[in-house]
T-cell receptor, first 111, second 116 residues
Framework: GNSVTQMEGPVTLSEEAFLTINCTYTATGYPSLFWYVQYPGEGLQLLLKATKADDKGSNKGFEATYRKETTSFHLEKGSVQVSDSAVYFC??????????FGAGTILRVKS | DADVTQTPRNRITKTGKRIMLECSQT?????MYWYRQDPGLGLRLIYYSFDVKDINKGEISDGYSVSRQAQAKFSLSLESAIPNQTALYFC???????????????FGPGTRLTVL
C-alpha cells in the first residue's frame, strides 16, 4: 500500500522564521496528497491539497508542491506565527478514499 | 454547531469492560471513518463505511467492531477493552467534493480513551 514519511519533530522556531517540513511518499500511481493540521485539543483539519503532479496547494500562507520526480510534498511557510503551533500530518490516499497518514510533525513557534 | 461530534470526549475504563464511542454528523455525508491516533504513529484506520449497508475493515480492526445505525451515526465498540487500546480516537466523514473528485475528510474533535 501507499506510505508517507515525514520529518521527525518537534520543530522549534522563532516567530517570523521560515518553515519547511519534509514529506516523501511511496505510492502506486499518482494519488492526491494532503497536509492536515491538528491544533492543540482539536481534531484534524485540511490545510491544503494537491491532486496531480506539479500542482501547488496553498492556504493560510502555507504552500506545498506535488513533485513526482522526487516523490515529495514538502510543506513551507515564509514567516511562521505563534498561532501556527500545531501537529502537521502529510497524507496520501489509497483506493477507496482511505487516507494514509505520516507520523506527524510537532511545530512549536516561540515569540 | 460542530458538524462532526463525538461522545464521550474523555473516558477512563478498566480492562475487560465493553466501551462504545459514538459519532454523529450533520454534514449529510455518506462516508464515515474511525481512526486511532498514537504518538509517533499518525492516524490509523480502524473501520470505514461508505453507506448504511456497507462496513469495511481498516488497517487495525482487531478488537473493535462498528455499527452504522443511520447515515448520520457511526459507533465504535471495544468488546473487551485492553490497555494497548489506550489512544485518541477520531471519527471522520467525507463526500465527493465539488472540485477534482477528491474526498476531503472532516474530523470530529476526538475521544481520549484510557484503559487501565
Amino acid at each position: 500500500g501507499n506510505s508517507v514519511t515525514q520529518m521527525e519533530g518537534p520543530v522549534t522556531l522563532s516567530e517570523e522564521a521560515f518553515l519547511t517540513i519534509n514529506c516523501t511518499y511511496t505510492a502506486t500511481g499518482y494519488p492526491s496528497l494532503f497536509w492536515y493540521v491538528q491544533y492543540p485539543g482539536e481534531g484534524l483539519q485540511l490545510l491544503l491539497k494537491a491532486t496531480k503532479a506539479d500542482d501547488k496547494g496553498s492556504n493560510k500562507g502555507f504552500e506545498a508542491t506535488y513533485r513526482k520526480e522526487t516523490t515529495s510534498f514538502h510543506l513551507e511557510k515564509g514567516s511562521v506565527q505563534v498561532s501556527d503551533s500545531a501537529v502537521y500530518f502529510c497524507v496520501t490516499m489509497e483506493y477507496g478514499n482511505k487516507l494514509v497518514f505520516g507520523a506527524g510533525t510537532i511545530l512549536r513557534v516561540k515569540s | 454547531d460542530a458538524d462532526v461530534t463525538q461522545t464521550p470526549r474523555n473516558r477512563i475504563t478498566k480492562t475487560g469492560k465493553r466501551i462504545m464511542l459514538e459519532c454523529s454528523q450533520t454534514k449529510g455525508h455518506d462516508r464515515m471513518y474511525w481512526y486511532r491516533q498514537d504518538p509517533g504513529l499518525g492516524l490509523r484506520l480502524i473501520y470505514y463505511s461508505f453507506d448504511v449497508k456497507d462496513i469495511n475493515k481498516g488497517e487495525i480492526s482487531d478488537g473493535y467492531s462498528v455499527s452504522r445505525q443511520a447515515q448520520a451515526k457511526f459507533s465504535l465498540s471495544l468488546e473487551s477493552a485492553i490497555p494497548n487500546q489506550t489512544a485518541l480516537y477520531f471519527c471522520a466523514t467525507s463526500d465527493l467534493t465539488r472540485t477534482g473528485g477528491d474526498y476531503e475528510q472532516f474530523f470530529g474533535p476526538g475521544t481520549r480513551l484510557t484503559v487501565l
